[in-house]
Each structure stands twice: as structure tokens, then as C-alpha cells.
């Protein structure tokens, strides 16, 4: 499979404090996208970026990509209640094919 | 507003009944995906399609097939529900023009194999 990992899996906060997952990826990949899962619903577009940039910034959201270690991380800062979720990377292989691959997602809890 | 709909939120079928999922786009998205959810499997998917009556499989297709006759419509068919086939069902689209092909989600369909 070519899917993802993400680390760590489940991950509890207090609200004021940054949240940080990572994702690691097992393919070469033209870009890497964040999603956001609120439970039981669909997903929702957050952030991507391309595998020639480094770093992105969005509002509280902040990713960076290493494509020789094929990782990504995301770091949330000022953690809100409303940001309990789950997080999901995404990665669009540089095979021709416009599909994405999603990691496994990880769970955090922002206690107010 | 862009909108994925899905026919049903919640679903319960019998073991061996045929059972149709319905996905429909209003944002005249080339491209459309069905993924099941599982706890601490992720999304895995099962059919695609980059067009009409196109569909490739994903990576777990067995049990399943899917029909598009419209651009706007894309359908998961099991054709002999099994319990294994309990799970969150999830129907996405992206649009060919955009680059990174960023995927809009509808807001599933959870389907109960009794």
C-alpha cells in the first residue's frame, strides 16, 4: 500500500497551545494537502503545498514539507476548542493519475 | 456554495441485498473518488473516475462497482452487501483545472451490514 502514516495518532491539548502532527509518505509526490475531519462528517480542504516549497503559512496553520525525508508536518498555533478534529495528510503522487493517497489520520482534543 | 451530496447519512442493509450509494457534484468536477473509512485505516479507495462512463479501481475494489452516467453523478454499488463491507462511506471530486487537484468531500454515508 502506498499509503501514509501519520504520528502521532491521537494527541490531547489544552486550548492556547500549538498542536503538531506529523505525516510520512512513501512515494515521490508532485504536492501534499491537509485535510480536517470534524467527527462523523466528511473531509475539508485545509492547506496544500507543493513539493519544491518548504514551508506555507495559513492563518494559525503552518506546514513544512522535507521531500528527502518524505515528511510534513502541521502546526497549529493558539489551539481553539473548535479545532478538535481529525487531520489527515494527503499526497498527490507525481504518477500522471489525479488521485490522492491519505494517511491515517490523526485525532486531537482541544480541552478548553 | 460548492456541495458534494450523498443519498443517505445512515444506511442499514441485510447481508447479500444490493445496495446503491448515490454521490452527487454541483461544481461540474471532472473527477470523482469513493473511499471507505475504517478506524486507524484511513481512507482507502475503492473506484474512481476522470469522466462519463469512465472508472478505474482504486485500491480496494473487490465487492464493489460503480456506475457514472453523468458527469455530475457517480454511484458505489455492492452488489452483495457482506458485514465486512460495514463502514463510513466517503464520495469526493476534483476538478481536472485545478492544480494540486484539491478533493471536496460529501458528508458520508455510514452503512450498517446486518
Known amino acids: 500500500s502506498q499509503q501514509g502514516e501519520e504520528d502521532p495518532q491521537a494527541l490531547s491539548i489544552q486550548e492556547g497551545e500549538n498542536a503538531t502532527m506529523n505525516c510520512s509518505y512513501k512515494t515521490s509526490i508532485n504536492n501534499l494537502q491537509w485535510y480536517r475531519q470534524n467527527s462523523g462528517r466528511g473531509l475539508v480542504h485545509l492547506i496544500l503545498?507543493?513539493?519544491?516549497?518548504r514551508e506555507k503559512h495559513s492563518g494559525r496553520l503552518r506546514v513544512t514539507l522535507d521531500t528527502s525525508k518524505k515528511s510534513s508536518s502541521l502546526l497549529i498555533t493558539a489551539s481553539r476548542a473548535a479545532d478538535t478534529a481529525s487531520y489527515f495528510c494527503?499526497?498527490?503522487?507525481?504518477?500522471?493519475?489525479?488521485?490522492?493517497?491519505f494517511g491515517t489520520g490523526t485525532r486531537l482534543l482541544v480541552s478548553p | 456554495d460548492v456541495k458534494v451530496t450523498q443519498s443517505s447519512r445512515y444506511l442499514v442493509k441485510r447481508t447479500g441485498e444490493k445496495v446503491f450509494l448515490e454521490c452527487v457534484q454541483d461544481?461540474?468536477?471532472?473527477?470523482m473518488f469513493w473511499y471507505r473509512q475504517d478506524p486507524g485505516l484511513g481512507l482507502r479507495l475503492i473506484y474512481f473516475s476522470y469522466d462519463v462512463k469512465m472508472k478505474e479501481k482504486g485500491d480496494i475494489p473487490e465487492g464493489y462497482s460503480v456506475s457514472r452516467e453523468k458527469k455530475e453523478r457517480f454511484s458505489l454499488i455492492l452488489e452483495s452487501a457482506s458485514t465486512n463491507q460495514t463502514s463510513m462511506y466517503l464520495c469526493?471530486?476534483?476538478?481536472?483545472?485545478?492544480?494540486?487537484?484539491?478533493?471536496?468531500f460529501g458528508p458520508g454515508t455510514r452503512l450498517t451490514v446486518t
Open positions: 469526493a471530486s476534483s476538478s481536472r483545472l485545478t492544480s494540486g487537484y484539491e478533493q471536496y
Open positions: 503545498i507543493r513539493s519544491n516549497e
Open positions: 494527503a499526497t498527490e503522487p507525481n504518477t500522471g493519475f489525479q488521485k490522492l493517497v
Open positions: 461544481m461540474d468536477h471532472e473527477n
